[in-house]
């Protein structure tokens, strides 16, 4: 085998991630294209599924796995945090109230980035926390292009509904009123990465005396614009 690391066992697997790199393939054409003994292929292809770096497809072919796409993502954090300290600076600044960048993590969201409203009542997230994917603006980006039986387990109490998702896709933003917090209004826009999937969600937040019951209508462009500008910064670092 050529490119050995002197690990036997990880010499094996990336020469199955290799050869799915390709395309689809069966066992045997696993077996054909590593030298590997069937057992040891399957053993490892099973393996590697079990893991999510491998699936099947509907014709029972190995794939390269859905957890793949992820650690991708996960690779191109750097690039959205370096981005996104003067991307949530401006924002706050355009609209005068406080942003904030959320990505999802399982069942949650994470505040990753946000730039604070300077003085007077805010909405103050701090980077770190977490917050639940049932509620908030944020969570309706975040869920709204999922995978149907993705979305479907995701709406199940959630405070919005598949319509109110289907309009999200429509417009390209979300809003809430109420929902995450009383008294708090907010406006998000989802950033895309390299796959046009959606990695994160880009919010403008503050009290609704000031955004009102209806805060896309003011503050929808800016929101979208910022997250245009930190997907441009994944897709053209």
Known sequence: MENTSGVGVLDKVTSILGTLEAGPATLGGLVAATGMARPTAHRLAVALEHHRLVSRDVHGRFMLGPRLGELATAAGEDRLLAAAGSV???????????????????????????????????????????LPMKVGAAAQILLAWEEPERLHRGLQGARFTATALSGVRRRGWAQSVGERELGVASVSAPVR???????????????????????????SQAVVEAAHRLTEALRHP
């Open 88 to 130: 949530l600076t401006q924002l706050r600044d355009v609209t005068g109230e406080s942003a904030q960048l959320y990505r999802r993590q399982g069942e949650v969201r994470i505040c990753v980035a946000a730039a604070e409203r300077l003085t007077g009542l805010r909405d103050t997230v701090p980077v770190g926390v977490t």
């Open 193 to 219: 990465g390299q796959s046009n999937r959606v990695v994160a969600a880009v919010t403008v937040s503050g009290p609704i005396e000031r955004l009102t019951r209806h805060p896309g209508a003011h503050l």
